[in-house]
Protein backbone atom coordinates (compact mmCIF):
# COMPACT_ATOMS: atom_id res chain seq x y z
CA UNK A 1 0.00 0.00 0.00
CA UNK A 2 1.33 3.48 -0.90
CA UNK A 3 1.66 6.25 0.68
CA UNK A 4 -0.51 9.66 1.23
CA UNK A 5 0.04 13.06 1.54
CA UNK A 6 -2.46 15.76 2.74
CA UNK A 7 -1.89 19.04 0.42
CA UNK A 8 -2.57 22.16 0.70
CA UNK A 9 -2.83 25.40 -2.06
CA UNK A 10 -1.23 28.78 -1.76
CA UNK A 11 -2.12 32.55 -2.85
CA UNK A 12 -4.17 32.39 -6.48
CA UNK A 13 -6.15 29.54 -5.57
CA UNK A 14 -9.12 31.72 -3.73
CA UNK A 15 -12.32 32.20 -5.61
CA UNK A 16 -15.83 34.41 -4.19
CA UNK A 17 -18.09 31.75 -2.85
CA UNK A 18 -15.26 28.71 -1.85
CA UNK A 19 -16.26 27.00 0.97
CA UNK A 20 -19.97 27.73 1.04
CA UNK A 21 -20.89 24.13 0.90
CA UNK A 22 -19.36 23.13 3.64
CA UNK A 23 -20.24 26.08 5.83
CA UNK A 24 -23.97 24.84 4.59
CA UNK A 25 -24.07 21.57 5.25
CA UNK A 26 -21.07 20.29 7.43
CA UNK A 27 -21.71 21.96 11.46
CA UNK A 28 -17.77 21.05 11.94
CA UNK A 29 -17.02 23.10 9.13
CA UNK A 30 -19.49 26.54 9.68
CA UNK A 31 -17.48 26.30 13.14
CA UNK A 32 -14.05 27.24 10.92
CA UNK A 33 -15.88 30.20 9.16
CA UNK A 34 -17.59 31.77 12.30
CA UNK A 35 -14.03 31.09 14.51
CA UNK A 36 -12.45 32.75 11.90
CA UNK A 37 -14.88 35.84 11.98
CA UNK A 38 -14.73 36.28 15.57
CA UNK A 39 -10.78 35.34 15.75
CA UNK A 40 -9.97 38.56 13.61
CA UNK A 41 -13.06 41.04 14.63
CA UNK A 42 -14.63 41.12 11.31
CA UNK A 43 -16.82 39.08 9.27
CA UNK A 44 -14.35 37.24 6.67
CA UNK A 45 -16.66 34.66 5.90
CA UNK A 46 -18.60 37.38 4.62
CA UNK A 47 -16.17 38.44 2.17
CA UNK A 48 -15.04 35.01 1.26
CA UNK A 49 -18.84 34.17 0.42
CA UNK A 50 -20.10 37.04 -1.23
CA UNK A 51 -16.55 39.30 -2.21
CA UNK A 52 -16.11 41.79 -3.36
CA UNK A 53 -13.17 39.79 -5.93
CA UNK A 54 -11.59 43.21 -5.05
CA UNK A 55 -11.40 42.49 -1.32
CA UNK A 56 -11.02 38.97 -1.05
CA UNK A 57 -7.65 39.67 -3.30
CA UNK A 58 -6.01 41.78 -0.92
CA UNK A 59 -3.07 39.76 0.53
CA UNK A 60 -4.38 40.44 4.16
CA UNK A 61 -7.30 38.86 3.19
CA UNK A 62 -7.00 36.27 0.58
CA UNK A 63 -3.96 34.41 3.51
CA UNK A 64 -6.88 34.11 6.30
CA UNK A 65 -9.44 33.51 3.98
CA UNK A 66 -7.22 30.25 2.21
CA UNK A 67 -6.68 29.03 5.47
CA UNK A 68 -9.95 29.08 6.41
CA UNK A 69 -11.65 27.14 4.02
CA UNK A 70 -8.97 24.92 3.43
CA UNK A 71 -9.46 23.80 7.17
CA UNK A 72 -13.18 24.21 6.59
CA UNK A 73 -12.86 20.98 3.92
CA UNK A 74 -10.22 19.20 5.87
CA UNK A 75 -12.86 19.37 8.94
CA UNK A 76 -15.62 17.59 6.44
CA UNK A 77 -13.22 15.25 5.47
CA UNK A 78 -11.72 14.12 8.88
CA UNK A 79 -14.60 12.50 9.30
CA UNK A 80 -14.01 9.70 6.53
CA UNK A 81 -10.95 8.59 9.09
CA UNK A 82 -8.03 8.61 6.42
CA UNK A 83 -4.44 10.28 7.89
CA UNK A 84 -1.72 11.17 5.84
CA UNK A 85 1.27 10.10 6.38
CA UNK A 86 2.67 13.41 5.25
CA UNK A 87 1.73 17.37 4.90
CA UNK A 88 2.82 19.72 2.63
CA UNK A 89 0.82 23.40 1.60
CA UNK A 90 2.25 25.84 -1.07
CA UNK A 91 3.43 29.14 0.38
CA UNK A 92 0.13 30.27 2.49
CA UNK A 93 -0.59 26.41 2.35
CA UNK A 94 2.30 25.98 4.75
CA UNK A 95 -0.19 27.17 7.60
CA UNK A 96 -2.94 24.57 6.88
CA UNK A 97 -0.67 21.78 6.51
CA UNK A 98 0.24 23.01 10.58
CA UNK A 99 -3.20 23.08 11.31
CA UNK A 100 -3.23 19.56 9.85
CA UNK A 101 -0.53 18.02 11.34
CA UNK A 102 -1.34 19.83 15.19
CA UNK A 103 1.21 22.18 15.34
CA UNK A 104 -0.94 25.13 15.45
CA UNK A 105 -4.40 25.82 16.44
CA UNK A 106 -6.68 26.67 13.93
CA UNK A 107 -7.00 30.19 16.07
CA UNK A 108 -3.61 30.88 16.58
CA UNK A 109 -3.17 29.93 12.65
CA UNK A 110 -5.81 32.55 11.52
CA UNK A 111 -4.69 35.35 13.11
CA UNK A 112 -0.64 34.49 12.43
CA UNK A 113 -1.69 34.53 8.68
CA UNK A 114 -3.84 37.55 9.00
CA UNK A 115 -1.18 39.43 10.49
CA UNK A 116 1.55 37.75 7.67
CA UNK A 117 -0.36 38.78 4.75
CA UNK A 118 -0.23 42.47 6.32
CA UNK A 119 3.60 42.28 6.86
CA UNK A 120 3.92 41.41 3.12
CA UNK A 121 1.70 43.96 1.65
CA UNK A 122 3.33 46.49 3.84
CA UNK A 123 6.89 45.67 2.63
CA UNK A 124 7.40 47.15 -0.47
CA UNK A 125 4.90 49.72 -1.47
CA UNK A 126 2.41 48.90 -4.45
CA UNK A 127 4.09 48.94 -7.71
CA UNK A 128 7.44 48.78 -6.57
CA UNK A 129 7.51 44.46 -6.71
CA UNK A 130 6.55 42.14 -8.77
CA UNK A 131 6.49 38.49 -9.52
CA UNK A 132 6.18 36.51 -12.86
CA UNK A 133 5.70 33.12 -14.10
CA UNK A 134 8.62 32.16 -16.63
CA UNK A 135 7.47 28.92 -18.81
CA UNK A 136 10.21 26.16 -20.29
CA UNK A 137 13.58 27.90 -18.56
CA UNK A 138 16.11 25.74 -17.18
CA UNK A 139 16.36 26.37 -12.93
CA UNK A 140 20.37 26.83 -12.80
CA UNK A 141 20.53 28.70 -16.19
CA UNK A 142 17.53 30.95 -14.85
CA UNK A 143 18.83 31.50 -11.72
CA UNK A 144 22.34 32.78 -13.31
CA UNK A 145 20.06 35.10 -15.29
CA UNK A 146 18.57 36.83 -12.08
CA UNK A 147 21.88 36.99 -10.64
CA UNK A 148 23.51 38.75 -13.08
CA UNK A 149 20.59 40.93 -13.14
CA UNK A 150 20.74 41.27 -9.92
CA UNK A 151 24.24 42.21 -9.45
CA UNK A 152 23.49 45.08 -12.48
CA UNK A 153 21.35 46.37 -9.42
CA UNK A 154 17.50 45.45 -10.60
CA UNK A 155 16.88 42.49 -7.98
CA UNK A 156 15.48 39.49 -9.06
CA UNK A 157 15.12 36.07 -7.63
CA UNK A 158 13.94 32.71 -8.38
CA UNK A 159 10.46 32.62 -5.99
CA UNK A 160 8.95 29.11 -6.60
CA UNK A 161 10.12 26.06 -8.00
CA UNK A 162 6.30 24.52 -9.12
CA UNK A 163 6.66 21.64 -11.58
CA UNK A 164 9.40 21.31 -14.82
CA UNK A 165 9.30 24.11 -16.97
CA UNK A 166 7.19 26.50 -14.64
CA UNK A 167 9.32 29.23 -12.60
CA UNK A 168 8.31 31.91 -10.56
CA UNK A 169 10.68 34.69 -10.67
CA UNK A 170 10.07 37.86 -7.73
CA UNK A 171 12.20 41.14 -7.29
CA UNK A 172 11.60 44.45 -8.21
CA UNK A 173 9.59 45.33 -10.73
CA UNK A 174 12.32 46.46 -12.94
CA UNK A 175 14.67 43.27 -12.27
CA UNK A 176 11.37 41.41 -13.30
CA UNK A 177 10.83 42.73 -16.59
CA UNK A 178 14.80 42.75 -17.17
CA UNK A 179 14.24 39.07 -16.86
CA UNK A 180 11.42 38.14 -18.28
CA UNK A 181 12.92 40.00 -21.56
CA UNK A 182 15.96 37.72 -21.64
CA UNK A 183 14.06 34.47 -20.44
CA UNK A 184 14.94 33.23 -23.55
CA UNK A 185 18.85 33.19 -22.63
CA UNK A 186 17.95 30.55 -20.11
CA UNK A 187 15.61 28.14 -22.36
CA UNK A 188 12.59 29.94 -21.29
CA UNK A 189 9.95 30.52 -23.64
CA UNK A 190 7.74 33.44 -22.22
CA UNK A 191 7.19 35.26 -18.88
CA UNK A 192 3.90 35.54 -17.46
CA UNK A 193 3.20 38.79 -15.04
CA UNK A 194 1.42 37.56 -11.75
CA UNK A 195 -1.48 39.31 -10.31
CA UNK A 196 0.11 39.50 -6.92
CA UNK A 197 0.66 42.87 -4.93
CA UNK A 198 4.34 42.35 -3.87
CA UNK A 199 7.58 40.43 -4.50
CA UNK A 200 7.04 37.45 -2.48
CA UNK A 201 9.47 35.10 -1.31
CA UNK A 202 12.40 37.34 -2.50
CA UNK A 203 14.31 39.19 -0.14
CA UNK A 204 12.50 42.16 -0.23
CA UNK A 205 10.23 40.63 2.13
CA UNK A 206 12.99 40.54 4.92
CA UNK A 207 11.24 43.30 7.25
CA UNK A 208 8.13 41.20 6.74
CA UNK A 209 10.20 38.03 7.91
CA UNK A 210 11.36 39.73 10.93
CA UNK A 211 7.66 41.34 11.95
CA UNK A 212 6.36 37.38 11.59
CA UNK A 213 9.25 36.30 13.61
CA UNK A 214 7.98 38.41 16.81
CA UNK A 215 4.38 37.35 15.63
CA UNK A 216 5.46 33.78 15.62
CA UNK A 217 6.86 34.14 19.03
CA UNK A 218 4.11 34.37 20.93
CA UNK A 219 1.86 31.68 19.31
CA UNK A 220 2.40 28.09 20.75
CA UNK A 221 3.68 25.65 18.50
CA UNK A 222 3.59 21.93 18.98
CA UNK A 223 5.43 18.77 17.68
CA UNK A 224 3.98 17.76 14.66
CA UNK A 225 2.02 14.89 14.71
CA UNK A 226 2.83 13.89 11.16
CA UNK A 227 5.88 15.61 9.46
CA UNK A 228 5.26 18.39 7.54
CA UNK A 229 7.57 18.48 4.20
CA UNK A 230 8.80 21.98 4.87
CA UNK A 231 8.76 24.97 1.71
CA UNK A 232 12.13 26.30 2.39
CA UNK A 233 14.18 22.42 2.93
CA UNK A 234 11.94 20.38 0.88
CA UNK A 235 12.39 17.88 3.53
CA UNK A 236 10.50 16.75 6.66
CA UNK A 237 10.24 18.91 9.80
CA UNK A 238 8.56 17.63 13.23
CA UNK A 239 10.23 19.73 15.76
CA UNK A 240 8.26 22.59 16.99
CA UNK A 241 11.32 25.43 17.60
CA UNK A 242 12.59 24.36 13.73
CA UNK A 243 9.13 24.52 11.90
CA UNK A 244 8.91 28.24 13.62
CA UNK A 245 12.03 29.10 12.40
CA UNK A 246 11.37 28.04 8.86
CA UNK A 247 7.92 29.77 8.69
CA UNK A 248 10.45 32.99 9.20
CA UNK A 249 12.78 32.15 6.45
CA UNK A 250 10.00 31.30 4.55
CA UNK A 251 8.76 34.68 3.61
CA UNK A 252 11.70 35.21 1.28
CA UNK A 253 13.12 32.39 0.37
CA UNK A 254 12.23 30.22 -2.36
CA UNK A 255 9.19 27.55 -2.11
CA UNK A 256 10.64 24.53 -3.40
CA UNK A 257 7.17 22.93 -4.36
CA UNK A 258 8.85 20.34 -6.99
CA UNK A 259 11.31 19.01 -4.73
CA UNK A 260 9.07 18.76 -1.91
CA UNK A 261 6.82 16.75 -3.99
CA UNK A 262 9.90 14.61 -5.62
CA UNK A 263 11.14 13.61 -2.16
CA UNK A 264 7.80 12.55 -0.63
CA UNK A 265 7.21 10.32 -3.75
CA UNK A 266 10.81 8.75 -2.92
CA UNK A 267 9.40 7.93 0.33
CA UNK A 268 6.56 5.99 -1.45
CA UNK A 269 3.75 8.61 -1.86
CA UNK A 270 1.92 7.59 -4.53
CA UNK A 271 -1.59 9.71 -3.70
CA UNK A 272 -1.70 13.25 -2.99
CA UNK A 273 -5.12 14.97 -1.82
CA UNK A 274 -4.94 18.52 -2.70
CA UNK A 275 -7.59 19.96 0.50
CA UNK A 276 -8.80 23.48 -0.29
CA UNK A 277 -10.30 26.03 -3.06
CA UNK A 278 -8.92 25.46 -6.60
CA UNK A 279 -6.87 22.15 -8.03
CA UNK A 280 -3.11 24.42 -8.78
CA UNK A 281 -1.31 21.87 -6.76
CA UNK A 282 -3.08 18.88 -8.48
CA UNK A 283 -2.08 19.93 -11.85
CA UNK A 284 1.58 20.83 -11.27
CA UNK A 285 2.09 17.31 -9.64
CA UNK A 286 0.99 15.97 -12.69
CA UNK A 287 3.23 17.24 -14.40
CA UNK A 288 6.24 16.07 -11.99
CA UNK A 289 5.20 13.03 -11.63
CA UNK A 290 2.51 11.48 -14.36
CA UNK A 291 2.90 7.81 -12.54
CA UNK A 292 0.83 9.35 -9.03
CA UNK A 293 -2.83 10.07 -8.40
CA UNK A 294 -4.08 13.11 -7.25
CA UNK A 295 -7.81 14.20 -5.16
CA UNK A 296 -9.06 17.48 -5.28
CA UNK A 297 -11.29 18.23 -2.01
CA UNK A 298 -12.24 21.45 -3.47
CA UNK A 299 -16.01 20.81 -2.45
CA UNK A 300 -18.18 18.63 -0.54
CA UNK A 301 -19.00 16.41 -3.88
CA UNK A 302 -15.24 15.68 -3.66
CA UNK A 303 -15.76 13.95 -0.27
CA UNK A 304 -18.55 12.40 -0.98
CA UNK A 305 -16.27 10.73 -4.24
CA UNK A 306 -13.98 10.24 -1.94
CA UNK A 307 -15.58 8.20 0.17
CA UNK A 308 -17.01 5.96 -2.15
CA UNK A 309 -13.36 5.05 -2.91
CA UNK A 310 -12.57 4.38 0.62
Known amino acids: MGKT ?6 QGAQSVGMGKDAFDAVPSSRHIFETADEKLGFSLSSIIFEGPEQDLKQTANTQPALLTTSIAYLEAFRAKGLNPDYVAG ?3 GEYSALVCAGVLTFEEAVAIVRARGEYMEAAVPGGRGAMAAVLGADREALAGLCRSI ?3 GQLVELA ?4 PGQIVISGTAEGV ?3 SERVKEAGGKRAIPLEVSGPFHSSLMKEAADRLAHKLEEAS ?3 AAVPVVANVTARPVTEAGAIRDLLVEQVYSPVLWQDSVEWMITQ ?9 PGNVLGGLIKKIDKSVSTIQINSLEGIDKLASLA
Request: glycine share 10%.
Open 150 to 152: SDA
Open 5 to 10: AFIFPG
Open 221 to 223: FQE
Open 268 to 276: GVDTFVEIG
Open 177 to 179: AAA
Open 160 to 163: NMNC
Open 90 to 92: HSL
